[in-house]
């Protein structure tokens, strides 16, 4: 399967399993892809393991990742800039 086939596997996963508590907007999934899938592709997406793990890995998600997390309100500027 190539690369891009997964990523698409995982997106789609995401959107299908995600539950409306753990709900995101497409766009930071978007944004944050390349991080779940460096940091917590061992969680089901859509689990509260997920958000666990990027909050674990917070200083480590990448930035665009962090700007799409805070515009959704799903973590605040404060939090950012100490991740940033």
Sequence with gaps: MTRIATIAIATIA???????AFAVPG????????DYFS???QHAPG???VKQ??????SSL???CVKALVKAGLTNSKAARQIA
């Design 14 to 20: 995401l959107t299908a399993t995600a539950t409306s």
């Design 39 to 41: 940091y917590c592709s």
């Design 62 to 64: 990448s930035h665009t």
């Design 27 to 34: 766009y930071v999934k978007r944004a944050c892809i390349g």
């Design 53 to 58: 793990c990027f909050r674990k890995n917070g």
């Design 47 to 49: 689990t509260p393991g």
